[in-house]
């Protein structure tokens, strides 16, 4: 049988890059990413609004369970997202407005759920980032097994112990930790890019010229040069 694995986590971004990427949308991310990445649209944000980044801590639980949750939430520092593969089941709650408050308490930065939440009410009144594939009152079981710190995936997107996890209205991201110094980099320069583009549109001078480009390249021709021809 395999051994419960409750780990120290060896590595975590550096609280800067965490405040860099906070920054920028998430969507500007997952573009220099190559929009391969992302958790699932089912993970949807159920706090009142507001950034997710940070360094995850993971968790895997069984389906409906919450015990490892409970001990990953003992074990967090400051400023860390919980981040639980709970299988995406929604039949049992895995966290609720208690264990939501503990967290806060205690500085983590917030959660991630691939399961239900319950308490719906408290949660979405408040701004501690709350991260869940849907929502039920059942309560959650707290038997085991799981695992802390160990690699998990969500959707196809695989988070190691201290990657960051970004998330805002558009959903979540995880930025790999050997990866994270040049994506920022990259996202940075996107946001830049984007910042003009909008400042083109609200001056009434945005380009559009790459759209007739795009269509030459699928054989399109317009209609006053087609009579011409």
């Given at each position: 049988?395999?051994?419960?694995?409750?780990?120290e986590?060896?590595?975590?971004?550096?609280a800067?890059?965490v405040?860099?990427?906070?920054?920028?949308?998430v969507a500007?991310?997952?573009?220099?990413?190559?929009?391969l990445?992302?958790?699932?649209?089912?993970l949807?944000?159920?706090?009142?609004g507001?950034?997710l980044?940070g360094?995850?801590?993971?968790?895997?639980s069984?389906?409906?369970?919450n015990l490892?949750?409970h001990?990953?939430?003992a074990?967090?520092?400051?400023?860390d997202?919980?981040?639980?593969d709970?299988?995406g089941?929604?039949?049992?709650?895995?966290?609720g407005?208690?264990?939501?408050?503990?967290a806060?308490?205690?500085?983590?930065?917030?959660?991630?759920i691939n399961?239900?939440?319950?308490?719906?009410?408290?949660?979405?009144?408040?701004?501690?980032?709350v991260y869940?594939?849907g929502?039920t009152?059942r309560?959650?079981?707290k038997?085991?097994?799981?695992?802390?710190?160990?690699?998990?995936?969500?959707?196809?997107?695989?988070?190691?112990?201290?990657?960051?996890i970004?998330?805002?209205a558009?959903g979540?991201?995880c930025?790999?930790?050997e990866?994270?110094d040049?994506?920022?980099?990259?996202?940075?320069?996107?946001?830049a890019?984007?910042?003009?583009i909008i400042?083109?549109?609200d001056?009434?001078?945005l380009d559009?010229?790459?759209?007739?480009v795009?269509?030459?390249k699928?054989?399109?021709?317009?209609?006053?040069?087609?009579?011409?021809e």
């Open positions: 049988m395999v051994k419960i694995q409750i780990r986590r060896s590595r975590a971004v550096s800067a890059l405040k860099s990427f906070a920054d920028i949308p500007n991310i997952s573009d220099v990413m190559q929009r990445t992302a958790g699932g649209s089912s949807r944000p159920m706090h009142a507001g950034v980044a360094p995850a801590l993971t968790v895997k069984r389906p409906g369970d490892f949750v001990k990953a939430i074990m967090a520092a400051p400023g997202v919980i981040v639980v709970a299988g089941d929604t039949t049992n709650a895995i966290i407005e208690l264990m939501v408050r503990t806060s308490r205690k500085g983590i930065a917030g959660m991630v399961g239900a939440i319950r308490d719906l009410d408290s949660i979405s009144q408040g701004a501690f980032p869940a594939s929502v009152h309560g959650p079981y038997n085991g097994p799981g695992e802390i710190n160990t690699s998990i995936s969500l959707d196809g997107m695989v988070i190691q112990p201290g990657d960051l970004v998330g805002d558009d979540l991201l930025v790999p930790y990866q994270a040049d994506i920022l980099r990259w996202a940075s320069a996107k946001n890019l984007e910042a003009g400042r083109d549109i001056n009434d001078r559009t010229a790459w759209i007739d795009e269509l030459a699928l054989g399109f021709v317009p209609a006053t040069q087609a009579e011409q």
